[in-house]
């Protein structure tokens, strides 16, 4: 799915980890930190499969990655750092509201919003923008796909072109925040085995060891498919995602 739509594999990963976790009777208090720190250890993986294809399709503006990267570090670093301070059941309401949205968006808009003709000329903007993306990202364990997709495409680039450099600058989200969330979580007791403060490397493995090849075909199917249908359909698979974490936190 992050290859085929460049939302981030880890809008999907998160809730599964996070759903196992509870499962395995983890503590809820750090089973999303540990959920979104290990989606995002995955990501690094995947999205290094991906950046090598959608490069070779010439999918990926480096203009734009050295104009966005920094801000995008910045952001991933304030909000990996946030996350770690904050409690679990505020990350997971956080996780809520977000999908709800990304959801929101997949689902009804058909056509991108132009704003612009290009990017922001003024340096300021961009690294407010970026910083914004990174920040929202990591905080729920995405590669941030599902904002800077439609971010781009609002400056009027073309939908390959996002998704190629979205999937490049989920590396620059996920690889800062991963290691802020392995340092943070360092002197937690209490957690799963193969955990390196919150990057759990029993998930991280297991994910990567399939979705470092799959990341790669959906980059490449992303050129020929009509992604509306599909689009639909995985907003309804999160709007499900959301009712199920409700239903978890605040009914049984």
Request: a positive charge; hydrophobic letters at 55%; proline letters at 3%.
């Amino acid at each position: 799915m992050a290859g085929l739509l460049g939302v981030g594999g880890g809008i999907i990963i998160v809730p599964i980890s996070y759903f196992v976790l509870l499962y395995l009777d983890y503590s809820s208090d750090y089973a999303m930190h540990i959920a979104i720190a290990s989606s995002l250890g995955v990501i690094c993986f995947t999205s290094i499969s991906s950046i090598r294809t959608h490069i070779k399709l010439k999918n990926v503006n480096f203009i734009i990655l050295r104009t966005w990267v920094p801000g995008i570090v910045l952001g991933s670093l304030a909000g990996s750092y946030s996350a770690s301070i904050i409690s679990g059941e505020i990350l997971v309401n956080i996780f809520i509201c977000l999908a709800f949205l990304i959801a929101l968006n997949m689902a009804f808009q058909k056509d991108p919003i132009i704003i612009s003709k290009d990017l922001p000329k003024s340096k300021l903007i961009n690294l407010i923008i970026s910083s914004l993306i990174g920040f929202m990202s990591v905080l729920i364990g995405i590669g941030g796909g599902s904002f800077s997709v439609p971010t781009l495409t609002m400056f009027s680039k073309k939908i390959h072109e996002a998704v190629g450099t979205s999937a490049t600058l989920g590396f620059f989200i996920a690889f800062p925040g991963t290691i802020i969330l392995m340092i943070s979580g360092s002197n937690i007791g209490a957690l799963p085995p193969l955990s390196f403060g919150y990057l759990n490397i029993a998930i991280v493995l297991l994910v990567s060891s399939t979705s470092v090849f799959t990341a790669n075909l959906g980059a490449k199917v992303s050129v020929n498919v009509n992604k509306i249908t599909l689009r639909r359909i995985f907003s309804i698979f999160l709007l499900f995602t959301c009712i199920s974490l409700i239903i978890e936190h605040y009914i049984i």
